[in-house]
């Protein structure tokens, strides 16, 4: 939803000097906080995100002919409410089951109704799940409805990964068959 007005500088390479800086400190001074929203139209836009943010931006736009599909994930202190209202524009809704951070942790089973929620209110979203996901818990996450799932330890520490791989994928595509 369009919220008042924004005003963009564009900034080539060969602007990259005192006119630049000049135009920035104007329109910081017009608003709380600089917006920096960053065009790319390079073609590995995904390379290009984290040092993006690293570098103060808080906003990112590519371009619809890189073919890159839209997701977004929320943490399990982040009620599925804020994700609701973005759900019919984007292509995936990423669930975490753990705390992002780091692989190994417990898979939290409550996430779950999140999950289910989504898939009764928007039936043709994709799904993910990530998190504590393996041969324990994938039923769990299918029947709630996810469509994809991320697993790491199941699969790195176990002695087989290719059956793992096996057993997650056909759990999930006979619940979605
Ligand atoms: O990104 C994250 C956590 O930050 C996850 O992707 C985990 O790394 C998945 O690992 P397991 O929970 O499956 O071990």
Redesign the pocket.
């Known amino acids: 939803m369009a919220s008042g007005c924004k005003i963009g500088l564009s900034i080539l390479n060969s602007d990259l000097d005192n006119l630049g800086a000049e135009c920035l400190q104007i329109l910081d001074s017009g608003a709380r906080t600089l917006s920096l929203i960053m065009h790319v139209m390079i073609s590995r836009p995904e390379q290009q995100v984290k040092p993006m943010a690293v570098a103060g931006a808080n906003g990112y736009t590519f371009h619809l002919e890189n073919g890159m599909k839209l997701g977004l994930a929320i943490k399990p202190g982040t009620t599925v409410d804020y994700l609701a209202p973005w759900a019919n524009q984007i292509d995936m809704a990423l669930v ?1 089951t ?8 417990k ?1 939290m089973e409550d996430m779950m109704l999140r999950v289910n929620w989504l898939r009764m209110q928007f039936p043709s979203l994709d799904i993910e799940v ?5 041969p324990d818990t994938i039923h769990k996450c299918a029947e709630a409805g996810a469509n994809m799932i ?7 520490r176990s002695d087989d990964p290719r059956s793992v791989i096996n057993l997650l994928r056909s759990v999930c595509s006979e619940t979605f068959s």
């Not at 991320?150 to 790195?156: D, K, N, R, T, W």
């Open positions: 975490m753990v705390e992002p951070g780091f692989g190994g942790q898979f990530d998190g504590g996901v393996g991320v697993s790491g330890s199941a699969i790195m």
